[in-house]
C-alpha cells in the first residue's frame, strides 16, 4: 500500500514562533488533507488540497501541495498556546481508493 | 448543526463482554468509517462503508463488526474475540462523487479491564 512519511514526529517550541512540517509519499497523490486532533478530541479538517502547486491559507496555517505530487507541507505562523495538539497529513493517491491514507502525526506543544 | 455524533465519550467494560459504540451523522453523507488510535500511533482502519448495507473490512477489522441499516448511522460492535479493546475509536463520514474529504466525530474511549 501507499507509505506516507509525516516529520517531524513531535515539536517543542515558544509561542510565537513559526512551525513547518511535511509529509511525503511514495505514490503520487491527487488530494492532500491537513487535520488538527485536540487532546481526547476528533480530528478536525484544516486545509484541503487538490492540485499540484496549489498554496492555501486559513487564518494562520498555510499549507501546499507540492509540486512533484508526491509530497506537502503545513506552515504555521506566530505559534499561540491553543496551536498545541496532533497535526495529521493524509492523502489520496491517483486512480487509487477513495479512503486516504493518514500520516502517523505531528505532535505540537507551544511553551508560552 | 450538521455533524458526527459518537456515544458515550467514555466506556468501561469488563473483558469477555461486546460492546458497541454508536456514531451518527446528518451530513448526507454516504460513506462511513470506523478508525482505531493508539497512543503514539495514528489513525487504523478498522471498517468502512460506502453505502447502506454494505460495508468492508479495514486494516484491523479481526474482533470487530458492524452494520449499517440506515444512511446515517454505522455502530460498531467490539467483540470480545478483540484482543486488545482498550483504544480511542474514531468514527468518520464522507460524500462520494469527488467529495472524499472525511469529517471525524469526537471519539469514544472504551477502557476493559
Known amino acids: 500500500g501507499q507509505q506516507l512519511n509525516q516529520s517531524p514526529q513531535s515539536m517543542f517550541i515558544q509561542e510565537g514562533e513559526d512551525v513547518s512540517m511535511n509529509c511525503t509519499s511514495s505514490?503520487?497523490?491527487?488530494?492532500w488533507l491537513w487535520y488538527k486532533q485536540d487532546p481526547g478530541e476528533g480530528p478536525v479538517l484544516l486545509i484541503a488540497?487538490?492540485?499540484?502547486?496549489e498554496l492555501t491559507s486559513n487564518g494562520r496555517l498555510t499549507a501546499q501541495f507540492g509540486i512533484t505530487r508526491k509530497d506537502s507541507f503545513l506552515n504555521i505562523s506566530a505559534s499561540i498556546p491553543s496551536d498545541v495538539g496532533i497535526y495529521f497529513c493524509?492523502?489520496?493517491?491517483?486512480?487509487?481508493?477513495?479512503?486516504?491514507?493518514f500520516g502517523r502525526g505531528t505532535s505540537l506543544i507551544v511553551h508560552p | 448543526d450538521g455533524g458526527i455524533t459518537q456515544s458515550p465519550k467514555y466506556l468501561f467494560r469488563k473483558e469477555g463482554q461486546n460492546v458497541t459504540l454508536s456514531c451518527e451523522q446528518n451530513?448526507?453523507?454516504?460513506?462511513m468509517y470506523w478508525y482505531r488510535q493508539d497512543p503514539g500511533q495514528g489513525l487504523r482502519l478498522i471498517y468502512y462503508?460506502?453505502?447502506?448495507?454494505?460495508?468492508q473490512k479495514g486494516d484491523i477489522a479481526e474482533g470487530y463488526s458492524v452494520s449499517r441499516e440506515k444512511k446515517e448511522s454505522f455502530p460498531l460492535t467490539v467483540t470480545s474475540a478483540q484482543k486488545n479493546p482498550t483504544a480511542f475509536y474514531l468514527c468518520?463520514?464522507?460524500?462520494?462523487?469527488?467529495?472524499?474529504?472525511?469529517?471525524f466525530g469526537p471519539g469514544t474511549r472504551l477502557t476493559v479491564t
Open positions: 505514490s503520487i497523490f491527487n488530494t
Open positions: 493524509a492523502g489520496r493517491a491517483s486512480g487509487g481508493s477513495y479512503i486516504p491514507t
Open positions: 462503508s460506502q453505502i447502506v448495507n454494505d460495508f
Open positions: 488540497l487538490y492540485k499540484a502547486g
Open positions: 468518520a463520514s464522507s460524500g462520494s462523487q469527488g467529495a472524499y474529504e472525511q469529517y
Open positions: 451530513l448526507n453523507h454516504d460513506a
